[in-house]
């Protein structure tokens, strides 16, 4: 899965639209001290979903919308819209590409929208869910995250990989597989149990 593009409007510093074509590989942002690099950051678990206003660093949902600088009105909307690649097929959609969008108006109201259509945060949370990109996943990792990575037991570092790489749901299906066997060989038991009495 490929991040393609990134459009920033009215979030945060960035007053005006900006966008971020990033191309397959790793990609660096670099820039000043307070010029909105974990803005950026920010923005993209924004529209995937992030619900606390802490961890975009404000204390209220309102504080994601621009508020103004020496040179620039402050606005009424945030919006980011995230534009992924899909040739592979990760998400469940017949679309080559896939753009998850949100907005935040100062009034308190949300929109979010998959490939332009009006949907609920909802289906953005369950289209992002196993694909190690989810609001939970830790795709993102910030700078205190790497320190509690590193210092978590191996059973906790081995979780996070898991959940990065995407293969949690493989793992429930196998434990949800191994649940029914159990039970399946449980019957067994019981019916063998009877036959013997039987005989
Ligand atoms: P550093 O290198 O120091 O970590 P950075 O490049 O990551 O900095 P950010 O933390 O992304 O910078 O950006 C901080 C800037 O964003 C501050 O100048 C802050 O005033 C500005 N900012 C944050 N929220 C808003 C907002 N709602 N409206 C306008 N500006 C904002």
């Known amino acids: 899965m490929c991040l393609k593009r990134i459009d920033i409007q009215g979030f945060k510093s960035f007053g005006d639209r900006i966008k971020l074509e990033l191309h397959p590989g790793l990609s660096v942002i670099v820039g000043p001290n307070g010029s909105g690099k974990s803005n950026i950051s920010d923005a993209i678990s924004w529209c995937l979903g992030e619900q606390r206003a802490s961890l975009l660093r404000g204390s209220r949902m309102e504080d994601v919308i621009f508020v103004g600088s020496d040179k620039r009105k402050p606005v009424g909307m945030a919006e980011v819209t995230l534009t992924l690649d899909?040739?592979?097929?990760?998400?469940?959609?017949?679309?080559?590409?896939?753009?998850?969008?949100?907005?935040?108006?100062?009034?308190?109201?949300?929109?979010?929208?998959?490939?332009k259509v009006p949907c609920r945060l909802k289906d953005i949370q369950a289209l992002f869910m196993d694909t190690g990109l989810g609001r939970g996943a830790y795709s993102l990792i910030g700078q205190g995250k790497v320190?509690?990575?590193?210092?978590?037991?191996?059973?906790?570092?081995?979780?996070?990989?898991?959940?990065?790489?995407?293969?949690?749901?493989?793992?429930?299906?196998?434990?949800?597989?191994?649940?029914?066997?159990s039970a399946a060989q449980q019957d067994l038991n019981r019916i063998t149990d009877i036959v013997d009495e039987l005989a």
């Open 86 to 115: 899909n040739g592979a097929k990760l998400f469940s959609l017949p679309y080559e590409e896939i753009s998850i969008t949100r907005r935040f108006y100062r009034s308190g109201e949300s929109e979010f929208l998959i490939n």
């Open 147 to 181: 320190d509690e990575i590193l210092s978590s037991r191996p059973e906790e570092r081995r979780t996070v990989i898991e959940e990065a790489a995407g293969i949690v749901k493989f793992r429930h299906r196998k434990e949800e597989s191994l649940r029914k066997l």
